[in-house]
């Protein structure tokens, strides 16, 4: 959805690496246009550009990635289980990345957090994939880390707007505990929303995770990531939006005390 020819920094100039990592799996899913809900401003940019660090400053191979634009309920099944199957044959070896930007929902009993395909009804929580499912399946077979990254709030708000039918009440959902090797970094906090980062033409926390990444050329602690995006996205939220937005990171119990040492890549 890039308009006028415009090009983001981060999109620019982007370091490339001369090391192929061929234990380095990413699944990046852009969901975009919904049949039944309102558009995600942005999150096909998101998930191109995700794409491209991925090739170029974290030396995947080609086929060691999976993009998936504007996924449906069967294909969010299918992509999970093929990086499932990674895990389970590459076990140890394997650095896995999970990249979502779309809406996420809660379900209004429960309290449960789904992610949503773009066949899916906010309404309908059965047709929605709750990232506790997400969560135990990716968790386990044990890997080197598993890192997800989630430009997705879900709270019933969405990036430009409520989902269905302008809901207007907002709900903190109950995010499931994470196990294993399981490293998690959300786009926002409770019932607050995950807003676009319109002058840049992407997510606000996508913006501000890919510029880390730029800025330290390859290098970088989780630690580090965490404290400047959290930081960045809070500041530029409360200024742009006039709202919080507060990314939250999660971590499984293998790297619970030494998370913030670990490298990213």
């Known amino acids: 959805m890039k308009s006028n020819g415009f090009v983001s920094d981060i999109d620019k100039n982007i370091p490339v690496t001369n090391k192929v990592n061929t234990y380095r799996f990413a699944l990046i899913i852009g969901n975009e246009n919904y049949k039944n809900e309102i558009t995600v401003k942005y999150a096909i940019n998101d998930a191109n550009s995700f794409k491209s660090y991925c090739t ?18 069967g294909q969010l ?20 990345i999970v990249y979502y930007a779309g809406h996420g929902m809660p379900d209004e009993n429960s309290k449960g957090a789904y992610i949503l395909p773009v066949d899916g009804n906010s309404t309908i929580k059965q047709s929605g994939i709750s990232l506790d499912t997400i969560y135990n399946q990716l968790a386990y077979y044990p890997t080197k880390s598993t890192t997800i990254f989630l430009d997705a709030c879900f709270s019933g708000a969405a990036r430009n707007g409520n989902l269905t039918k302008g809901r207007g009440v907002k709900i903190t959902p109950q995010i499931p505990k994470v196990k294993g090797s399981l490293i998690i970094m959300t786009a926002s906090s409770g019932n607050e929303t995950a807003f676009p980062y319109e002058k840049e033409q992407h ?12 800025s330290n050329n390859g290098f970088l602690s989780y630690g ?19 709202k919080l937005q507060t990314p939250t990171i999660t971590v499984g119990p293998m790297f619970e005390s030494r998370w913030k040492d670990k490298i990213v890549f």
């Open 56 to 73: 170029k400053m974290m030396g995947m191979p080609e086929e060691n990635i999976h993009l998936i634009k504007n996924a449906s309920y």
């Open 203 to 214: 997510g606000l926390f996508t913006y501000y995770l890919l510029k880390k990444m730029k």
């Open 77 to 96: 099944l299918n992509e999970l289980k093929w990086i499932q199957n990674v895990q389970k044959a590459y076990r140890e070896k394997a650095e896995i």
């Open 224 to 242: 580090d990531l965490c404290e400047f995006v959290t930081t960045e996205v809070t500041q530029k939220s409360v200024v742009v939006n006039k």
